[in-house]
């Protein structure tokens, strides 16, 4: 009787170290892990400290939030941003939040969650350009983008433009400051950190904020578990003042 309780148990064990996810005992059983990717060189959303590898930003506070809300392990890759949608329908990720619009093109691949986050395109020219006071006068220009964004997008809809899509938005930047580029077209909010964060000396915005976009976030169509789960632990958030929190952490004020 002993022996066969012992055996039980032991197979017991065995079992829970298999749904571990082999070996690491110290694992709890059932925690599931969300295989979070983005693309960090979109401050404030997602970025790495100087010096560092670690991720950080709004985006970033967020997806743990909402992992820890709903019982996710958060772990999370850096990926080209233009990598992420293969990413999420080929399955090799679970989850991409990168200031990512939602767009009618991308809704036929993926499924967004409920929108966070009010945002829209900008043009920034370098701080001594005199001609350009807005788009209208980017025909024909050297537009700098980051490639697969909206801002992509925007920059290759303008007549004549001539276009240099980078695999990161500093890239971007720094070839407008280099002056590569006449102009640069990218999320408002994270120009706005940009010039705020010493970016003034060189760079300027012109015209009008654009296309009044939204971000959300993206997972596999098929996951529809992890879609409702997000959103329910997103609702939680806004409803128990986390949200507000991790807001005000790199926003300052709460829009409403
Ligand atoms: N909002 C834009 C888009 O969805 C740009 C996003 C870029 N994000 C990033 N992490 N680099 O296309």
Excluded at 37 to 64: C, H, M, N, V, W
Excluded at 132 to 142: A, M, N, Q, V
Excluded at 196 to 201: F, R, S, T, V, W
Excluded at 202 to 209: D, F, L, P, S
Aim: charged share 25%; aromatic share 8%.
């Amino acid at each position: 009787m002993k022996k066969l309780l012992v055996m039980m148990m032991a197979i017991l064990a065995a079992c829970s170290m298999l749904l571990a996810g082999c070996g690491g005992g110290e694992k709890k059983a059932a925690e599931k892990v969300m295989r979070v990717a983005t693309e960090p060189s979109f401050a404030p959303f997602e970025f790495q400290k100087e010096g560092s590898k670690e991720f950080t930003g709004f985006d970033i506070d967020l997806i743990r939030a909402i992992g820890k809300q709903a019982g996710y392990k958060v772990e999370i890759q850096n990926m080209g941003f233009d990598a992420l949608i293969p990413a999420l329908t080929s399955g090799n990720i679970d989850v991409a939040i990168a200031g990512m619009s939602i767009t009618e093109e991308r809704k036929k691949v993926i499924t967004f969650s409920d929108p966070y986050y009010t945002s829209g395109l900008i043009v920034m020219v370098n701080k001594d350009e005199a001609n350009i006071k807005s788009i209208d006068d980017l025909k024909g220009k050297r537009i700098a983008c980051q490639i697969g964004t909206t801002g992509e997008k925007k920059s290759r809809s303008i007549e004549g433009a001539k276009v240099v899509a980078f695999n990161t938005q500093s890239e971007a930047s720094m070839e407008l400051k280099n002056g590569g580029a006449d102009a640069v077209i990218n999320d408002a909010p994270v120009v706005g950190y940009y010039l705020a964060q010493g970016g003034d000396k060189v760079a300027k915005t012109v015209g009008e904020v654009m296309e009044a976009e939204e971000y959300g976030i993206a997972v596999n169509k098929k996951n529809t578990q992890l879609v409702q789960d997000i959103n329910k632990a997103m609702a939680e958030l806004k409803k128990n003042g986390e949200f507000d929190k991790i807001y005000k952490t790199w926003f300052g004020e709460v829009k409403k």
